[in-house]
């Protein structure tokens, strides 16, 4: 079936450092979206993408839908303590309605 | 407020005893989602419901999984035998278009 790979799996920074984090499958999407999720809680739209090659950005955001339609990636600038958190990207495959999720990237910030 | 609810957001259980999980979608949106997270994952998809039909229900991952949706709003997702291996977060999301927005998800734990 349809995957996505997500990396890193984890990251460990410094407040103040600027993270990218990406998703690659060998299918092709529709639509991406870029999701966190906090402990305890479902996860939170950040950043959805319609057209290959669209870059948008959301505060302190950026994410990009792959020229190919088959990756996408997503930067968080100046990281600040509350990005803490695990993202994941998510795919809307072509004809379906439902969303392919990543394994997620846990993001750590070292006071 | 206006997001997706869902209860019990904690359930606990005997195996082979079957539960209800219900979700509450924002109104007026006509799509509602069913997801499952078990941890440390991704979320994997379940059933999809546009109004009260369920176009794809792919993810269902045996015949112990259904679920309904009445008056194009409340659903219902019933476990029947549970089994140790049913543990995991269900999350229900629900959407107008593209972007689905998820409610805080029930926890089942199954001894």
């Known amino acids: 079936g349809q995957q996505l790979n997500q990396s890193p799996q984890s990251m460990f920074i410094q407040e103040g450092e600027d993270v990218s984090m990406n998703c690659t499958s060998s299918?092709?999407?529709?639509?991406w979206l870029w999701y966190k999720q906090d402990p305890g809680e479902g996860p939170v739209l950040l950043i959805a993408?319609?057209?290959?090659?669209e870059l948008t950005s959301n505060g302190r955001l950026t994410a990009q839908f792959g020229i190919t339609r088959k990756d996408s990636f997503l930067n968080i600038s100046a990281s600040i303590p509350s990005d803490v958190g695990i993202y994941f990207c998510?795919?809307?495959?072509?004809?379906?309605?439902?969303?392919?999720f990543g394994q997620g990237t846990r993001l750590t910030i070292n006071p | 407020g206006a997001g997706v609810s869902q209860s019990p957001s904690n359930k606990v259980t005997e195996k082979g005893k079957d539960v209800e999980l219900r979700c509450d979608p924002i109104?007026?949106?006509?799509?509602l989602y069913w997801y499952r997270q078990s941890l440390g994952q991704g979320l994997e998809f379940l059933i999809y419901?546009?109004?009260?039909?369920?176009?794809?229900k792919s993810g269902l991952p045996s015949d112990r999984f259904s679920a309904e949706r009445t008056g194009g709003s409340v659903s219902t997702l019933t476990i029947q035998r549970t089994q140790q291996e049913d543990s995991a977060v269900y999350l229900c999301?629900?959407?107008?278009?593209?972007?689905?927005?998820f409610g805080p998800g029930t926890r089942l734990t199954v001894l």
């Open positions: 999301a629900s959407s107008l278009a593209h972007e689905q927005f």
């Open positions: 299918s092709i999407f529709n639509t």
């Open positions: 993408l319609y057209k290959a090659g």
């Open positions: 998510a795919g809307q495959p072509r004809g379906a309605q439902k969303l392919v």
């Open positions: 109104s007026g949106h006509t799509a």
């Open positions: 419901f546009q109004g009260n039909s369920a176009p794809d």
